[in-house]
């Protein structure tokens, strides 16, 4: 088991196009969760699944982004019509109870 | 609601000497986790060291140890003997134990630099 992997590391789009990242968790994990992480800032929390269902999700989370983990393996998290306040660094982690959490490297998106 | 503090933006520490990064938290639920986490130039966040509310004795992981006070509501990572490759941003993180209480809140981070 190699961790979680998120991909792509990094992206560069444009302001109004639409954009998909990629999650996948430790495969024994049943938790998984979305943060986002503004520069200077630590990160903040997004959503939350366990297994294939999405149980939280934080008031961050406008309308344009939406998350999907099906079959409880992989999951995304797109964002529609990008704003560049939309830049961020978008970090995915996995954990089995309240204190295993690991996380990827993250995916770097920059909205120009 | 949580809080999570870290009142040291940067730190600049000599090489071979032990460092405190502080943390304070606030929560009214009896029950929580505390964590630390570092996270390199290259963005990965990497586990340290957690502390739950009720362990009675403090966390320790390697060179680094968490100088838990709970009165205090304190959290503060100790680490000994630094190296040049403990250079990096630490996260002090707190998650409430309970049933839908499953995020990490995240303080503002302390960018810890070690001089040769």
């Known amino acids: 088991d190699t961790g979680v992997s998120q991909d792509p590391r990094h992206k560069i789009t444009k302001r109004g196009q639409n954009v998909t990242f990629r999650c996948d968790p430790i495969s024994e994990h049943n938790r998984l969760y979305w943060y986002r992480q503004t520069l200077g800032q630590g990160p903040e929390f997004l959503t939350y699944?366990?297994?294939?269902?999405?149980?939280?999700k934080s008031r961050l989370l406008s309308d344009r982004f939406s998350a999907e983990r099906p079959k409880g393996s992989f999951s995304t998290l797109e964002i529609q019509r990008t704003e560049q306040g939309d830049s961020a660094m978008y970090l995915c982690a996995s954990s089995l109870g309240p204190r295993g959490y690991t996380f990827g490297s993250g995916t770097r998106l920059t909205v120009v | 609601a949580q809080k999570i503090t870290q009142t040291q933006p940067g730190m600049f520490v000599q090489e071979k000497e032990a460092v405190t990064l502080d943390c304070t938290y606030d929560?009214?639920?009896?029950?929580?986790?505390l964590f630390w986490y570092k996270q390199p130039s290259s963005g990965e966040m990497i586990f340290l060291i957690y502390?739950?509310?009720?362990?009675?004795q403090n966390a320790t992981e390697g060179r680094y140890s968490l100088n838990f006070q709970k009165a205090r509501k304190s959290a503060n990572l100790v680490i000994s003997a630094s190296q040049l490759g403990d250079s990096a941003m630490y996260f002090c993180?707190?998650?409430?134990?309970?049933?839908?209480?499953?995020?990490?809140?995240f303080g503002t981070g302390t960018r810890l630099t070690i001089i040769p």
């Open positions: 993180a707190m998650r409430e134990v309970g049933f839908g209480n499953e995020k990490l809140t």
């Open positions: 699944f366990q297994n294939e269902a999405q149980l939280e």
């Open positions: 502390q739950g509310s009720y362990d009675q």
């Open positions: 929560t009214s639920d009896p029950s929580y986790g």
